[in-house]
């Protein structure tokens, strides 16, 4: 992991220069940002591989940055750190581009752990020359990297969280794909917090794609899902 370049965006500057020194003594080369504003010029500058942002910041809060950063990468991961504990405020986060989400206070193992994850996960899901371009999905048009879902001319975008897990299901379509398995790939592990999130996200996917009746989110009790689509 040595050489990871991280953005880090911390407006608590005591801990920020601790979370610093800590993953440079591990190998990884930190850009840190106190200031909300200047965070998407420091990004520009840097290219980092991850995005660690705090939530609450001076200038421009981390939900709001996560929504430009993924104007300009649609991949990069995003891990928001945060004292918030309630469910609307962490699904705002994932609707806002996040991979995970950490609570403070948080360990530096945790944060580690965490950004290998949502790295090792970018790298296995890199999309190849297949979902560069619009895929057809019953009478959808869905475009992975651009996360667009269209139909009959009209466009739905996608927030990161749903464009992944629409392209899981669309790849194993037709067939059982065990919960746990989905969880792990794009949660990183099965909690009980995360499994409430994913029947967030299957209750969207439904809503979005009602208007084909040929696709079907069908849920396998006890087991998973099937993808079913003409």
Not at 39 to 56: N, Y
Not at 58 to 70: M, N, Q, Y
Not at 186 to 194: I, M, R, T
Request: proline share 3%; net charge neutral.
């Amino acid at each position: 992991m040595n050489g990871t370049r991280v953005l880090y965006v911390e407006d608590e500057l005591f801990l920020g220069k601790i979370v610093k020194e800590s993953l440079e003594s591990r190998g990884f080369t930190v850009m840190m940002e106190s200031d909300g504003g200047q965070v998407i010029d420091a990004f520009r500058q840097s290219m980092p591989d991850v995005c660690v942002l705090d939530v609450m910041l001076p200038g421009k809060d981390g939900f709001s940055l996560a929504e430009e950063i993924r104007q300009l990468n649609a991949s990069i991961p995003i891990i928001f750190l945060t004292a918030k504990t309630q469910t609307e405020d962490l699904l705002k986060g994932f609707s806002s581009g996040g991979n995970d989400y950490i609570r403070k206070p948080f360990s530096m193992e945790e944060l580690i752990v965490r950004i290998e994850n949502v790295l090792r996960h970018r790298k296995t899901s890199t999309p190849g020359t297949a979902t560069q371009e619009w895929m057809p999905v019953g009478g959808f048009q869905f475009h992975h990297t651009r996360q667009t879902l269209l139909w009959k001319g009209e466009e739905r975008r996608l927030s990161f969280r749903e464009t992944e897990l629409l392209k899981l299901l669309y790849e194993n379509r037709n067939k059982i794909i065990d919960r746990k398995e989905i969880l792990n790939l794009l949660w990183g592990n099965d909690s009980f917090f995360n499994s409430r999130n994913l029947d967030v996200y299957i209750t969207k996917l439904r809503s979005y794609l009602r208007e084909d009746g040929s696709i079907e989110i069908i849920t396998i009790k006890g087991i998973g899902y099937r993808f079913a689509v003409d």
